[in-house]
């Protein structure tokens, strides 16, 4: 049961760590190098507490998985603030 909780706070975590380096993302031009930093920086701090609540390699997909869906929507907040409620797609 315990490790339920934690695996649950886990990817909670994980999903919020990534919001905000998600809508600072959206700032910068896809592929850029500080674009690439802010995708790769909640990752160090995740791998951090999977070790400090004990997990092993099997919670890595629920932990990605996790982490894009916070990058993904501190992206689409970031586009819906400064366009409205019809955010356009990104352009490359």
Known sequence: MQDSFN???LVVGAFL???PCGYIRESFK???LPWLFLAHLPIPLV???RHLAG???RVIP???AAA???QIVGGW???RMLHGRKAPQRQP
């Open 77 to 79: 907040y970031k586009r």
């Open 7 to 9: 695996f649950a706070g």
């Open 62 to 64: 629920f932990t990605l």
């Open 30 to 32: 896809k592929f850029s």
């Open 17 to 19: 760590v990534s919001i």
């Open 47 to 49: 791998v951090h507490f």
């Open 68 to 70: 894009i869906g916070g």
């Open 55 to 57: 997990f092993g390699w």
